[in-house]
């Protein structure tokens, strides 16, 4: 193929946007061929007709897999590289250069419109998930496109809102999960966000797009724009945005028209086409073999099942079996699933197994009756269906009711009102609870509600968020014990919106919105502040019970450790288990949350069975982000590890101390007197000198007194040649460092 630099500058440039909706430019003459970008993060969505990005036309069939929002409460990296490679294989014989996805935006909020297309409030298990994503992908020779780079956590004003975010913040919650997935899987794309930070659009932000992304975490691969997020097509570029979608007809003359005047460098132009040259390495040739479409909807299925969060099982209403006596299966959700998100990931499914269907015939199988009452309408209320699905939750033996949330109430684009569930499905769910002996809740949705008040009222609760295409059948699975439950939270669910950590100020008020909660994002606000919450991260039983114990955490160098635990299955029947490993720590000047994901792994076990899982726990598990030297620092001290079956569930604790960095301040006139004398190396000195001029003032008294006072200021206040004398000593030792 042609290199960029063999292009006349007009060619280059009209790489550099797009040809129409979802292709690349063609240079026929030079060889070059036109490539394809299309959504989505859980399947491909390649329109066949009218072009959009918000899923409202027509598209291929594709299979859709569980999105982020189940996946990531699969906490399985496996399986995420598992639906890549799929990914992968449907998007070749579609004809698809690079799928768009995964989403790796952190879940600030529970009311984000888009959280369904997310996989958790935790930058650990989004970037290992996302990282496992776009292996299995590009391992199939798709290109990936991690989004949305970067803080893109509401849809509320996307396109233009500011967000006003600290730098420690910014690096330990709402970069690693790209930082890793860029440096560990090597993405074909990064595509920039629509908002700006600190005032300036994502699209045109030198800082993250080349002095971040590229010349600090190594990337070397494409960036492109959210379709339409440019507006300054040659700061954009400049910035480090390589090309722009959609096609943008003034885009070409105007980086034309730059370079002519000099405005833009040229070699810029080349190098950001050489980039969109390099795509063609996972170009689809015209011979992909078909897909099969059977063994996807397989895999979809599977995954679903593994996805699915228990939350609630009293007194072992599930699973259910022949002894359960006359099921009644109430929502009109069961009928008609709602099975994936709303906007521009919306796939044309292959096929859908409806929940209604698989529960009746696993029913008939084991020779339980099941009778099905709407309950409600999609678009609304209706007394009548209420009082039928009472009518018939008073004649079973146990009602399983589905209820959540309509593609009306979330999708992208904007931004959910309520924690809540819909009135009229409260009342059906407390309405059928004192119908029924015993009532099960399935709750479908791209993100948590509110469990209140009708959550003491069932018996048992099955999140099963949003789960693909063969989420009907996974469901039914793990009803009946088919499957077991192993799904974990990937975010927490809140008693009420006011105890949310950015409840105040999500989404933001007169064009930007302020992280005021800084470090303490989901979980890490509730365990720090000791509330609780109605379900915490990492949260979910099974059929099956687990054990953790004999933590020990051994050091493996001034900054690291290894730990392990032994995990042990103390049920009757096989199951997955979730081991979470979590930090905790004093040390340092800095403040730190309470509890921090540090490591996870999904074991399997029989009954009585054990294993000891163990965990590396690298410098980057211990630090933080010192923003006074602009680098990640490890303070010597005492850490804390935490190994448990929640963020609030631990059953083993070790402590580890490690020696860390040798952190030496310099020092300087502006450094406090209290600085001064806990300095390592030049402590000793000032304090004999401090105690010599104290006047028989014991020198802690005469430190707390005047320790936070900048020593320049304490100089000044020294009258005659003594003030000039000390002044000097300290310059020499200053310039002595």
């Not at 399986?79 to 294989?89: D, M, S, T």
């Not at 919650?173 to 794309?189: D, G, K, S």
């Amino acid at each position: 193929m042609t290199a960029a630099d063999d292009l006349p500058l007009e060619d280059r440039a009209r790489l550099l946007t797009g040809a129409d909706f979802w292709t690349t430019a063609a240079v026929p003459a030079a060889g070059v061929p036109a490539m394809v970008l299309t959504d989505g993060p859980h399947g491909v969505r390649r329109q066949i007709g009218s072009a959009d990005h918000l899923g409202l036309n027509a598209a291929a069939p594709a299979t859709c897999f569980p999105p982020a929002v189940a996946v990531g409460s699969s906490w399985n990296p496996d399986l995420a590289r598992r639906i890549g490679a799929a990914i992968a294989v449907e998007a070749r014989a579609l004809g698809v250069t690079i799928a768009l996805g995964p989403g790796v935006n952190i879940k600030r909020h529970p009311l984000c419109g888009r959280n369904f297309e997310y996989y958790s409030e935790d930058p650990l298990l989004a970037g290992v998930l996302g990282a496992a994503h776009v292996t299995g992908q590009q391992g199939g020779g798709t290109g990936a496109s991690v989004k949305h780079f970067a803080v893109n956590n509401q849809e509320t004003e996307r396109m233009r809102i500011s967000v006003d975010v600290d730098t420690r913040t910014l690096r330990e919650i709402y970069l690693p999960a790209f930082e890793r997935i860029v440096t560990e899987a090597a993405p074909a794309t990064v595509m920039c966000s629509y908002n700006r930070i600190a005032g300036t659009y994502a699209s045109e932000n030198t800082w993250l797009l080349t002095t971040l992304l590229r010349e600090e975490w190594g990337f070397r691969g494409l960036v492109v724009s959210d379709w339409g997020a440019v507006h300054d097509r040659v700061a954009a570029l400049r910035a480090g945005l390589d090309l722009e979608m959609p096609h943008a007809p003034r885009s070409v003359d105007q980086v034309v028209s730059a370079v002519g005047s000099g405005d833009l460098d040229a070699a810029t132009v080349t190098t950001s086409a050489q980039r969109v040259l390099d795509l063609a390495r996972y170009a689809p040739s015209d011979q992909e073999p078909a897909p099969d479409v059977q063994a996807h909807h397989d895999l979809a299925r599977a995954a679903a099942a593994e996805c699915a969060v228990l939350l609630r099982n009293e007194n072992s209403a599930l699973p259910l079996g022949p002894d359960s006596g006359r099921i009644a299966v109430i929502g009109e959700l069961a009928r008609t699933p709602r099975y994936q998100g709303g906007g521009s990931s919306h796939i044309t499914a292959t096929r859908v197994d409806v929940p209604l269907d698989e529960i009746n015939t696993r029913a008939a199988t084991i020779g339980v009756s099941t009778e099905f009452a709407a309950g409600y309408a999609l678009d609304g209320d209706d007394a009548a269906l209420r009082a039928e699905a009472s009518a018939v939750a008073a004649r079973s033996d146990i009602a399983v009711v589905f209820a959540g949330l309509t593609e009306t109430e979330e999708s992208e684009g904007f931004d959910r009102p309520s924690l809540a569930i819909a009135p009229h499905q409260v009342e059906l769910l407390r309405a059928v609870a004192g119908a029924a002996p015993r009532t099960v809740v399935v709750l479908v949705g791209g993100g948590v509600v509110e469990l209140e008040p009708w959550h003491d009222e069932v018996d048992a609760i099955l999140e099963a968020f949003l789960l693909g295409q063969g989420g009907g059948a996974a469901i039914a699975d793990l009803l009946f014990g088919i499957a077991a439950p192993s799904g974990r939270l990937a975010e927490t669910i809140p008693r009420r919106i006011e105890d949310t950590p950015a409840f105040g100020t999500f989404p933001g008020e007169l064009g930007t919105v302020r992280y005021g909660e800084g470090l303490l994002v989901g979980y890490r606000w509730y365990e720090t502040r000791d509330i609780a919450p109605r379900y915490p991260f990492g949260h979910g039983l099974g059929y099956t019970t687990f054990d953790i114990s004999g933590l020990e955490v051994v050091a493996t160098g001034a900054d690291s450790a290894t730990a392990r635990v032994t995990v042990t299955n103390t049920g009757t029947r096989a199951g997955h288990h979730v081991v979470q490993l979590y930090i905790g720590s004093d040390a340092g000047a800095v403040f730190r949350p309470r509890r921090a994901l540090a490591a996870f792994r999904k074991v399997e076990l029989v009954p009585g069975a054990s294993t000891v899982v163990e965990f590396d726990l690298p410098r980057r598990a211990f630090a933080h982000y010192d923003v006074s030297r602009a680098d990640w620092a490890v303070p010597g001290g005492t850490y804390r590890i935490d190994a448990g079956h929640s963020s609030r569930d631990i059953a083993a604790v070790a402590e580890i101390r490690l020696d860390g960095d040798v952190l030496v301040e310099r020092l300087g006139m502006d450094s406090t007197i209290a600085e001064w004398a806990a300095h390592p190396l030049a402590g000793e000195a000032f304090r004999t000198a401090l105690a010599d001029s104290a006047g028989g003032l014991p020198i802690d008294q005469l430190l707390e007194l005047a320790g936070s006072m900048p020593l320049g200021k304490a100089l000044d206040m020294i009258p005659g040649p003594g003030g000039e004398e000390a002044r000097a000593h300290v310059e020499t030792m200053i310039a002595a460092q």
